[in-house]
């Protein structure tokens, strides 16, 4: 039972968390060191359970792991440190506020089957050091990457109970967690199934963590590199047979530009190799579910109207999990590829007019996980990234701030609530409280506490006057501000 896990967990967390920071870093530091040690096996683990190539296990999941465990165990401490807050007012001089954080105690993890590894990994690491009991379920279909992820942090010096890799189906997962007595679920997955945990943790209000999807754009700008963009968009669209939640499906590129960009990416894309050896672009998709359903949604959009502009050679042989990468054209805001999340290897390429229409559609999407500007200005690109709605835009660039430990990860609307990675990530692992101190001493009372009289509201009055009014309505108070002032001390 779930339940038992969680409260072995709980009674582990109470020994972790008394423990001081360093020695919780010197343990997890153990399992960082096992990773590195096993990297080859941690990559052929991932690339046999999810089907990726062996260098996108290494470069977008084994890689950014072993760089996130090295950031957050040097960050982790600074992140729970106490911090005071400023900007005390004349009303309340005498109080000082501080931030104070701790544990939430139990962390609830439900990772996903595209990034199996590097996702959960960090969402594990940070809750550890934060010191919470972690309870992991890795996606069914990527069962021997959750056992490995299991062998990295038992290796740690970790009390017994204190994290445990437990293997539930996936339809039966959210309501197991969230009736567990778990303080804390996070959640990588559909939008649909994080609506549904939202709806069954509101009776209790379990506090969410929702990384859902995306259907992320990328504005080519007239002044763009459009070798590096084609190549760019290429990587971003095609990379893990285009199963990431923050990879490129809609590309709204600048009319003047947009046939020389088109005949560029249309002809990466011919030049692209499937297959699962070291030589090969693009791997399979990880599950034949996933393949038709993708296939489903390109195929109403070529009935729909769209063009296959280019797709990319699938040998025979191969198996029939593979999915040519391709690039569509002529397609239109209602279709699948411009509206909805397509978890396989096709990007839309759309002409735009000028910025603000770029803006204007790729802000359309009721999804806001990514984006990216592509330009050599950089003012102009940064000036279009921020009015980009989503969590996270690149310039330039797309999909690799996952890969960068510091910053954010996570999206508006319907691609989620909450952020993992970096600060704000390690700060959902916590509680925050505000701890409010009194510094004058001898007080005996506030100024605002009973008894009330005339004199007291004049001096409220004046204290008003003196913070909001210009020199000679300051002047005017000060009277009746020092008069109220010994009220302090009044018994």
């Not at 439900?110 to 550890?128: Q, T």
């Not at 096709?346 to 802000?363: G, T, Y």
């Amino acid at each position: 039972m779930l339940t038992d896990i969680v409260t072995k967990a709980r009674s582990a967390q109470k020994i972790w968390s008394a423990l001081p920071y360093g020695k919780r870093a010197a343990a997890l530091r153990g399992a960082a060191k096992f990773l590195a040690s096993h990297i080859d096996d941690v990559t052929e683990v991932i690339h046999r359970d999810n089907g990726k190539l062996l260098l996108d296990a290494l470069a977008t999941e084994a890689l950014p792991a072993i760089l996130a465990a090295g950031y957050y165990i040097k960050q982790g401490k600074k992140f729970m440190s106490p911090r005071n807050i400023g900007g005390r007012n004349l009303l309340m001089f005498n109080k000082k506020s501080r931030m104070v954080y701790g544990p939430w105690g139990v962390i609830g993890i439900i990772s996903p089957w595209n990034y199996p590894f590097a996702i959960p990994f960090s969402e594990v690491l940070m809750a550890l050091l934060a010191g919470n009991g972690v309870i992991l379920k890795t996606a069914s279909v990527t069962p021997n990457v959750g056992r490995m992820l299991e062998k990295i942090f038992l290796s740690a010096d970790l009390p017994d109970g204190l994290f445990t890799f437990v293997e539930i189906p996936g339809a039966e997962a959210g309501p197991a967690f969230i009736e567990s007595g778990i303080d804390k679920l996070f959640f990588t997955g559909s939008t649909a199934t994080g609506r549904l945990l939202m709806g069954l943790a509101a009776p209790r209000l379990l506090p969410l963590v929702l990384e859902l999807g995306g259907s992320d754009g990328a504005i080519i700008c007239a002044d763009a590199d459009l070798d590096k963009a084609a190549a760019g968009v290429m990587w971003a669209g095609f990379s893990n047979a285009g199963q990431s939640c923050g990879g490129i499906q809609r590309v709204l590129v600048h009319r003047d530009v947009y046939a020389p960009f088109l005949e560029k990416l249309c002809a990466l894309t011919r030049s692209l190799r499937l297959g699962s050896g070291p030589d090969c672009d693009v791997g399979p998709m990880t599950s034949a579910r996933q393949r038709d359903t993708a296939q489903k949604q390109i195929a109403e959009c070529v009935r729909m109207g769209a063009t296959v502009a280019a797709r990319s050679p699938l040998p025979e042989g191969l198996g029939d999990i593979f999915l040519p990468a391709m690039v569509l054209t002529g397609v239109t805001a209602d279709m699948p590829v411009m509206k909805d999340e397509i978890f396989g290897p096709v990007v839309a390429v759309v002409p735009v007019s000028d910025d603000d229409e770029a803006v204007a559609m790729i802000n359309r999407s009721p999804y806001g996980l990514t984006g990216s500007v592509w330009s050599r200005s950089h003012r102009r690109a940064m000036g279009l990234a921020m009015r980009v709605n989503a969590g996270a835009v690149m310039v330039n660039d797309h999909l690799m701030s996952h890969g960068l430990a510091e910053t954010p990860w996570g999206g508006f609307g319907d691609s989620g609530l909450g952020r993992t990675h970096g600060e704000m990530g390690f700060r959902e692992m916590l509680k925050a409280r505000v701890i409010v101190d009194e510094t004058l001493p001898g007080v005996k009372r506030n100024l605002w506490w009973q008894p009330y009289s005339e004199g007291v509201y004049r001096g409220m009055r004046a204290i008003t006057a003196m913070v909001s009014g210009g020199l000679g309505a300051k002047l005017r108070a000060l009277p009746g501000v020092l008069g109220i002032f010994f009220r302090y001390w009044s018994p």
